[in-house]
């Protein structure tokens, strides 16, 4: 009985381990992401890089700047009612809409606006 145990234990560990690898998303973000978050599927990350944030296109597999981006750094992203909210150190959105540190992401007009 003891050595039944031992091989489904074995079985097991390596089982979990192949399960538990893990994958690069595109060819990842040139900075230091600092917050991620997930609205309507899709994958955004936040932190010090060009744009502030940056949404992933599952099927290119690649990173783009959410919407007009934001002038600054991201410490957090959260999600509430449909739309994304940044914090961080910033003034103002890539069309230079002020926001004073925190924003909002609207997906339907793909547009940063102060909260």
């Known amino acids: 009985m003891k050595k039944?145990?031992?091989i489904v234990v074995i079985i097991f560990s390596q089982?979990?381990?192949l399960l538990a690898q893990w994958e690069s998303m595109g060819t990842g973000i040139n900075g230091t992401v600092s917050a991620i978050a997930v609205l309507n599927n899709t994958v955004?990350?936040?932190g010090s890089f060009g744009g502030g944030v940056k949404s992933y296109n599952e099927s290119t597999q690649s990173w783009s700047t959410a919407g007009d981006g934001i002038n600054g750094t991201i410490n957090a992203l959260t999600v509430?009612?449909?739309k994304l909210y940044a914090g961080g150190s910033f003034l103002t959105?890539?069309?230079n809409v002020t926001c004073n540190n925190i924003a909002v992401y609207n997906p339907s007009n793909q547009r940063w606006e102060a909260v």
């Open 4 to 6: 039944i145990l031992l």
């Open 80 to 82: 509430h009612q449909g």
């Open 15 to 17: 089982t979990a381990t």
């Open 93 to 95: 959105s890539g069309s």
């Open 44 to 46: 955004y990350a936040g």
